[in-house]
């Protein structure tokens, strides 16, 4: 991209502009997503957790097939994009090949714990020495909105019309809890961005699991909640109020494993 | 002078990969192809290589991804069923364009059925199985030898042109035993694996390396010219590297038409038929894509008839068919000629002879 439309860009996103001097973020990730969606933010905090561990030219990142998957695109960084699900898989086969690198997998909700299930579960359950970042938006959002695993109880997507009733469609599943019961895991936590100091926090918990692979302890796994806006069909802000009161009770944030070694 | 050894079908698959230097190894257990996991899981990691056991073959395919973007030499193998959870990992390696090997013992089809050999994945093999639009590389062994060479010629194809190769195999030629030399093929050089992932610190010229399966508009890629790259690509897979072995056709009136086991049985049957003063030839396809089409028409423009012999319905015959392009006539010896009616049973070359003197 030219530096022209470079400054065009930085003009539409005043106050943010600190961003495009980091050179994680090619310059078009912002075109891609829709008005008040937190995936880019995700991407920002994932940048700046590895801008920090100073890890970025050591690290081989794994995309996934939904909105996670576009975020990819905005990272300079080897990288590889795999088929809908398969990330752990992909980044299983990587990081053996190179066991002194970093490689990570950003992913979504559906992509990770839906058709994803079976690749995500067989990582843990080799404690495969990868970071697992998924990102929770409680729907298929590329697809246009719909029932996700992690559909809260009552929430209306365009396959869950009536709202997800647990009798036809059951509960939205806890991933970050799941992942905590693994003996293999080294790190499993939840986190949000509504908020600047859920962002720091967030941030912090990517560090955290980033650490756990260097130091080769186990698997290290972030679950982010994310607004969708779009197809919550709530604006921004109504989005962020959402998360603290509906998504939150449901999904709790915080560590729910953290070990600096695996006996 | 290489060693030579006893060695059944499925060892020769390990030996020839160890051979031809695989690195790695991803695999499910599947029968009939369990002895190839098991081989690769005690030799590959004594080798320093990586050997590991997934959690299903969709797992594996997409592990052997992994490792494809990485430019080492990896594999997979499986059977039938296996094949079938692998189709979405096979488009995608051959979108993406990722050089490996994946082993393909068939077995009964179609569905779970039985655990013995068949040749029922033929059209899966050439035609491009997953979402369409691509064909992969497919060599078919005869005996345990050509098995333990044509995994080595695999992983240089594979290295060659930027493109998955399947070795197609089956329940009985993975299980037969024969002598093996241990001989290592050369076959020439091949181009730097300088597209791969290795992280951004590693390459020399300081930028990062992106793969996937689609086409990359940034690297001024449209979907077009994406799809002129590939069908360039298998043009000069067309062009180079068809494989074939003609056998006693020089004047022979019927030519049989077989791959893998049934090219034994075939063979067999051409010399009992030459005994008895029939003008008989075969014709081999070692390369099933790129398909020898050329030399079955010009056997075809001589004035031979076609007897195809393959333990199916019937699905290579079409590519007999269409190579002739009518000009002979293409008979089948199928799964129904087998001596037995079960999943056990074979095609035999005394009832294929039967149907040589038939056609006479």
Redesign the interface.
């Known amino acids: 991209m030219t530096g022209g439309t470079q400054e065009i860009e930085k003009k539409r996103i005043t106050g943010r502009p600190e961003i495009f001097v980091r050179e994680w973020f090619a310059d078009y990730l912002w075109d891609l997503f829709c008005p008040g969606c937190q995936t880019p933010v995700v991407a920002r905090a994932v940048a700046e957790a590895l801008d920090e561990l100073g890890i ?5 990142m ?2 996934c097939v939904g909105c996670g998957g576009i975020l ?2 905005g ?9 809908h699900g ?1 990330g752990p ?6 990081k ?3 066991p002194d ?1 970093i490689v990570f997998t950003v992913q979504g909700d559906g992509d990770c714990i839906a058709i994803g299930a ?2 995500f ?2 990582a843990l ?2 404690s495969e020495k990868i970071t697992i970042i998924m990102v929770n938006n409680t729907n298929f959002g590329t697809t246009g909105g719909q029932l996700g695993p992690t559909t809260i109880v009552g929430q209306t997507t365009t396959t869950s019309p009536q709202g997800r009733n647990p009798a036809v469609e059951g509960y939205p599943v806890h991933t970050a809890e799941i992942a905590a019961t693994f003996k293999g895991v080294a790190y499993s936590a939840r986190g949000s961005l509504h908020t600047p100091a859920s962002y720091q926090r967030t941030k912090g918990y990517i560090k955290t699991a980033f650490q756990r692979q260097l130091d080769n302890v186990g698997t290290s796994f972030v679950e982010i909640i994310t607004a969708c806006p779009t197809n919550w069909h709530l604006t921004p802000v109504q989005s962020l109020k959402y998360i603290e009161e509906e998504i939150i009770p449901e999904f709790p944030l915080g560590e729910f494993k953290n070990v600096t070694s695996i006996d | 002078m290489a060693q030579k050894i006893l060695a059944e079908g499925n060892e020769a698959i390990g030996w020839g990969a160890l051979t031809a230097g695989c ?2 190894f ?1 695999g499910y257990p599947i029968t009939p192809q369990n002895e190839v996991i098991e081989f690769l899981a005690r030799e590959l990691p004594a080798r320093g290589g ?1 050997f ?1 056991q ?3 073959e ?2 594996t395919i ?6 494809a ?2 430019g ?1 030499r ?1 594999m997979t193998s499986t059977s039938s069923p296996g094949w079938g959870l692998m189709q ?2 096979m488009s ?1 390696l051959a979108a993406a364009r990722f050089p490996c090997v994946v082993v393909l013992v068939q077995r009964v089809g179609p569905g779970v059925q039985r655990l013995t050999h068949s040749q029922q994945d033929y059209y899966s093999a050439t035609k491009g199985g997953g979402g369409g639009g691509y064909k992969c590389i497919v060599l078919a062994p005869a005996s345990v030898q050509e098995t333990h060479d044509l995994m080595q010629l695999a992983f240089y194809l594979a290295d060659k042109y930027r493109h998955p190769v399947i070795v197609l195999s089956d329940g009985l030629m993975g299980h037969v035993t024969e002598p093996l030399e241990l001989k290592k093929l050369e076959f020439g050089p091949l181009p730097e694996k300088d597209w791969a ?5 590693k ?1 020399p010229d300081g930028k ?7 086409y990359n508009p ?1 690297k001024g890629e449209s979907f077009v010219s994406y799809l002129e790259d590939m069908r360039n690509s298998y043009k000069a897979i067309e062009a180079n590297d068809v494989r074939y072995k003609e056998y006693r056709t020089e004047d022979a009136k019927l030519v049989l038409v077989a791959y893998g086991y049934c090219a034994r049985t075939a063979e067999e049957a051409v010399d009992m038929a030459r005994e008895e003063g029939l003008k008989v030839g075969l014709l081999r396809p070692i390369t099933l894509w790129p398909f020898p089409s050329k030399p079955l028409k010009a056997l075809a423009d001589k004035g031979c008839q076609f007897l195809v012999v393959e333990d199916s319905m019937g699905q290579m015959v079409d590519d007999v068919k269409i190579a002739v392009e009518g000009k002979a006539e293409v008979h089948l010896a199928d799964a129904s000629f087998r001596h037995m009616t079960s999943e056990d049973g074979m095609i035999m070359p005394s009832r294929v002879l039967e149907e040589i003197r038939r056609l006479q």
């Open positions: 970025g030219d050591e690290a081989i794994v995309g990819i695109g990272f300079d960084l080897d990288r590889v994009s795999p088929a398969r898989d992909v980044a299983t086969a990587i053996r090949i190179y690198t079976g690749p579960i067989g359950t080799r | 690195h790695c991803f990586i590991l997934s959690q299903c969709n797992a997409n592990m052997l991804f992994g490792a973007a990485c080492v990896a979405e990992g995608n992932v290795a992280r951004k610190g390459h990062h390396v992106a793969l996937g399966a689609s940034l």
